[in-house]
């Protein structure tokens, strides 16, 4: 087994942080670098996380929209709710959309009212309707982006 190296610091702390490392670290049963060591191991784990998920969204490429509602309709059935309007209007946002974005970082608000304004065109649709369809794309949007969309 490989053993591990270590890169000695030395830190200056202000005179209240320095008694309360030593404070806290014996409340611990560790020694300060010990309790640092841990303190920011914790931190580095949330770091890479973070990248883990960045790298993820970063993958997803906007020619697969279309599978990706599909796999968001076949989820929110599975849940209980999504009625086949509401199904088909995710389907058709993912296909408009796929033609007209570069990136999943363009599904936005602006993104989602010029396809209702196109899709409101050709169909008649009450207030409510307009309202249901702008929710279920902007959840869809949040699942595909990771929360980009308030």
Request: glycine share 2%; aromatic share 12%.
């Amino acid at each position: 087994m490989k053993e591990k190296s270590y890169e000695v610091f030395q830190i200056k702390l202000p005179d209240y942080l320095a008694d309360w490392l030593v404070k806290i670290s014996e409340d611990f049963l560790m020694t300060p670098s010990q309790f640092l060591t841990n303190l920011l191991q914790h931190y580095y784990e949330i770091y890479n996380k973070g990248i883990e998920n960045s790298n993820l969204r970063k993958q997803i490429r906007i020619e697969d929209l279309p599978t990706l509602a599909e796999d968001f309709v076949k989820q929110e059935k599975l849940k209980g709710g999504s009625t086949s309007k509401v199904a088909s209007i995710v389907k058709k946002f993912a296909s408009w959309a796929k033609d007209r974005v570069q990136s999943i970082y363009e599904l936005n608000d602006d993104t989602v009212n010029a396809f209702l304004q196109e899709y409101i065109k050709d169909h008649e649709l009450t207030k409510n309707t307009v309202y249901s369809y702008r929710s279920v794309i902007k959840k869809f949007i949040k699942n595909v982006s990771g929360n980009l969309v308030s």
